[in-house]
């Protein structure tokens, strides 16, 4: 205490900020947690606005309340100064804000790693030409150790409508409820578990375990203190949300449940199963009130209206019902839908259906009149869920286009569309105040959204699906990326900005490599082709066949003559790169080929296949006639490398050709003595699997499906730097100058990192 009293007392503002940081560091880890954790509030006690807008613009500061307290800590530090009575100048308020969001949205990145602090600012922030923000960057920049520095905003940056994203789910999140008092949320995920968040920090509260399979819905009682799950293990679920702990099962002869809901008087839950049932159970004894059949298909949504008198039903038989509650009747059919009725929401004056379908509408029906009254919008693929606004104006859609849209349903307009997530949104609600919404997708996260404030997020520069392969040219100035969205795009390796885009595959691009002259770009695709094409304008130069499966990786022999291409269908072929002739193809892997690369010297080539072996072949470019001879005897196949107990989806060759490098589904990287045929060591660090490698001298760099790329140094085999991305890493390339490195997401997102060495500081005795 009275060290933070002794720094408010310093008049000077950049005084007290040199003693600030220098006495910090002098601080024991007890003292030092003490000091950051009460400097703000006792700043704005005092009312010192300047000091504590010093003191949360300054990166030393962040970087150790980050430290010793955790990122919502620090964001509550600026929610304290932000308000009207603390810092009264708007136009500091607003900057304080943007470094505000910018820690909440790297928050679940943060909590990983806090290493990645100057990486995540950096990325998101360096759009904004604001001073003191650059100012911030600057001294972000002068980091003791080495790491990896964006020098593009590769992340999304503050100011848009996305809040924060919640990560813990180990696949699908399938359902999303949100407390009556919405302080929490209750998600449902195909890892059969529930989690409830804490919506205003971002924690994770607790896991819900119970069930034995997909949990698939979720609903919450009026009274806010019972969650409600269905599974496909057939049962439903009751749990006490204050405890986590199960208070009852219901089971017996349910089929998989498909939904859930609660009716508003808190007395009945409805749930809806896979074999077209919908039964209606008295919460409090488990006992069945109805048993309700009438749809043909699986039943996928219910719903009911706020009086609790009439239950709405979605089912695989494209058909919405209506039945009376009190008596268990059918009491009408509404038809429309071209296919599965997904989803189903009333709206708060019990007036209107809405629904969503997998015919890729949102159609809006009238409860008094039983008819359809209009479609209110579509996406490009099916709807997943639909959620109203509690003032009942506003229609949010979730679907199977990795988008969220918002509709007036008045005007039947589309307002604005979400757009983070990476996979199929499967789930969507609105918080009871109306100010945000809470997503859940296949991509096993949620994220929070403004639904009232904010712009539509800016774009960032990438693809539209998971980026596959990268290559960099020979001459360090270009990229080259390959995509799930069938395109090959170009961009500028000095400044991260997309020259042009390629189409011409009919499928995702799975492989990138280029000619050692530059001049050419070569292309593996799941149409089965590899593409040749002129790196200058784009044009297509060569469409090679023969694959009859994926092509999954490509190579160019250092002399440029020969084209390599591993495919799916377990062999590698061998073209002229001049005429576009297939010259020979190798067969001996008993499952796909994953990748292939070729050694400097151009005389032999490795391929790393999902039959957990490396096999390494000769070109047939040996010096003497014996040689060949043997290579014509053992049909090419000098070797094989076992080692890996799963997939080796990787492969790279150091420049000096004396080492194989292999990377695999099992988490490990592989390095092997090509002379001795021995594995020499194995490298140690990733969560998940290793998706792509690049080296260059001493170095090679790895990135994994456990969203992060790592640096190693192959003569000490320690890790050098890591960078950590929002979903799993699937491609890499280094530049030949060694420090500049392109990275590429699931997401579609195009990381341009430098390694920077770091700012050792010495110590000088005294």
Not at 10 to 20: A, G, P, T, V, Y
Not at 632 to 659: I, M, P, R
Request: hydrophobic share 40%; glycine share 8%.
């Amino acid at each position: 205490m009275q060290l933070a009293i002794a720094y408010i007392k310093k008049k000077d503002i950049h005084k007290f900020m040199s003693e600030f940081t220098q006495g910090l560091d002098k601080m024991q880890p007890a003292e030092q947690t003490h000091c950051l954790g009460i400097l703000p509030s006792q700043l704005a006690a005092t009312s010192d606005s300047d000091k504590l807008y010093s003191l949360l613009t300054d990166y030393n500061f962040i970087e150790a309340k980050l430290s010793t307290s955790g990122a919502q800590a620090l964001i509550e530090d600026y929610e304290l100064a932000t308000s009207p009575d603390i810092i009264t100048s708007d136009e500091k308020a607003d900057k304080l804000k943007l470094i505000q969001e910018a820690i909440r949205l790297s928050a679940h990145i943060l909590a990983k790693d806090k290493t990645q602090l100057a990486t995540q600012l950096i990325a998101r922030l360096m759009r904004f030409e604001i001073p003191e923000i650059q100012a911030l960057l600057a001294q972000a920049q002068q980091q003791k150790i080495p790491w990896l520095r964006p020098l593009t905003p590769s992340f999304t940056p503050p100011g848009g409508r996305l809040l924060r994203t919640l990560t813990g789910h180990t696949d699908w999140v399938q359902a999303v409820a949100i407390t009556p008092d919405g302080k929490r949320a209750i998600s449902a995920s195909s890892d059969h578990t529930l989690k409830v968040w804490d919506l205003e920090t971002g924690e994770e509260l607790s896991t819900l375990k119970g069930h034995l399979t997909y949990v698939n819905a979720v609903a919450v009682t009026p009274d806010g203190t019972k969650v409600i799950s269905g599974s496909w293990d057939n049962t439903i679920k009751i749990w006490n949300l204050a405890t986590g702990t199960e208070i009852l099962t219901f089971a017996g002869d349910t089929f998989a449940v498909e939904a859930v809901a609660v009716t508003p008087d808190g007395k009945r839950v409805i749930s809806g199963s896979w074999d077209g049932s919908i039964k209606v159970w008295d919460l409090s004894t488990g006992a069945v009130v109805f048993n309700l059949k009438g749809h043909s298909s699986f039943v996928q949504s219910v719903a009911v209206t706020p009086d609790s008198k009439r239950l709405i039903s979605g089912s695989g038989d494209n058909s919405i019902k209506v039945w009376n509650l009190e008596t268990g009747k059918e009491l009408f059919t509404l038809t429309g839908h071209a296919d599965w009725v997904k989803a189903v929401a009333v709206t708060p004056d019990g007036e209107h259906i809405i629904s969503g379908s997998y015919d890729g509408t949102i159609k809006v029906w009238s409860l008094s009149a039983r008819e359809k009254l209009f479609t209110l919008g579509i996406h490009s693929s099916f709807v997943q869920a639909v959620a109203v606004s509690p003032d009942g104006k506003r229609v949010v859609s979730a679907a199977g286009d990795k988008t969220l849209k918002v509709w007036n349903l008045e005007t039947k307009e589309e307002l604005f569309t979400f757009t983070n997530h990476i996979a199929p949104v499967n789930a969507v609600a609105v918080t009871p105040d109306g100010k945000r919404i809470v997503s859940g997708s296949s991509d096993k996260t949620l994220k929070v959204w403004h639904l009232e404030t904010g712009k539509e997020n800016l774009s960032s520069a990438g693809h539209d699906d998971w980026v596959n392969a990268l290559a960099v040219t020979a001459d360090g100035k270009k990229a080259i990326s390959g995509s799930g969205d069938n395109s090959i795009k170009v961009w500028n390796l000095a400044n991260g900005e997309e020259i042009f885009a390629i189409p011409g595959h009919k499928d995702w691009v799975k492989a990138i490599a280029v000619t050692p002259d530059s001049k050419r770009i070569v292309s593996g695709s799941g149409d089965k082709t590899v593409k040749v094409w002129n790196l200058e304008t784009g044009e297509e130069i060569f469409s090679l066949t023969g694959h009859t499966d994926w092509v999954n990786s490509v190579a160019v022999t250092p002399d440029g003559r020969r084209l390599i291409s591993g495919s799916g269908d377990k062999t590698i072929k061998i073209w002229n790169l001049e005429t576009g002739e297939e010259v020979f193809t190798f067969i001996g892997h008993t499952d796909g080929i994953k990748a292939v690369a070729v050694t400097p010297d151009g005389k032999r080539i490795i391929s790393a296949s999902g039959d957990t072996s490396l096999k390494v072949w000769s070109l047939g470019k040996e010096n003497n006639i014996l040689a060949n001879l043997w290579n014509l005897v053992v049909k090419n196949q000098l070797f094989t490398l076992k080692g890996h107990e799963s997939f080796v989806n990787a492969v790279v060759v150091t420049t000096d050709g004396k080492w194989g490098i292999s990377g695999g589904r099992k988490k490990l990287i592989k390095v092997w003595d090509l002379s001795s045929q021995k594995e020499i060591f194995t490298l140690t660090g990733h969560a998940d699997a290793i998706t792509a490698l690049a080296t260059v001298g001493n170095r090679v760099i790895s990135v994994s499906d456990d969203n992060t790329l790592k640096v190693w140094d192959l003569l000490s085999r320690k890790i050098v730097a890591t960078f950590r991305g929002d979903s799993a890493l699937k491609a890499c390339a280094m530049a030949p100058d060694g420090v500049t490195i392109v990275a590429a997401e699931a997401s579609g997102q195009v990381h341009f990192l430098k390694l920077e060495e770091g700012k050792s500081q010495l110590t000088v005795d005294s």
